[in-house]
């Protein structure tokens, strides 16, 4: 079965960095599309960021854009949110799911538990 494992989240000031970490397993990490999304307190899932495989071309949310990349390690089947400049508005809980961004709020995607990311003066 798909497992899906983020690390990294915590608090960080605005204009700080975090990394987010996802360790991924059960399913055929190589060829998939992998995204993030997140959910901030009383809103609706977002979605963040896709990466291909291949590694690219990639895509990301608007407000995110040259603050944010999404590498990925297929020899460690790890997906990585790369987190630069970090506003307030990040603050939500960031999760890895597999596929694209036309397939995150699917039921054919898989998303872990999360991971809480919190900026804040």
């Known amino acids: 079965e798909v497992q899906l494992v983020e690390a990294g989240g915590g608090m960080a000031q605005p204009g700080g960095s975090l990394r987010l970490s996802c360790v991924a397993s059960?399913?055929?990490?190589?060829?998939?599309?992998m995204s993030w999304v997140r959910q901030a307190p009383d809103k609706e899932p977002e979605w963040v960021a896709t990466i291909p495989p291949g590694g690219s071309p990639t895509y990301y949310l608007d407000s995110v854009k040259g603050r944010f990349t999404i590498p990925r390690d297929d020899a460690k089947n790890m997906l990585f949110l790369q987190m630069y400049d970090l506003k307030p508005e990040d603050t939500a809980r960031y999760f890895c799911a597999t596929g694209s961004r036309s397939i995150v709020f699917t039921i054919s995607s898989s998303w872990g538990q999360g991971t809480q990311v919190t900026v804040s003066s």
């Open positions: 059960g399913f055929r990490f190589t060829n998939d599309f």
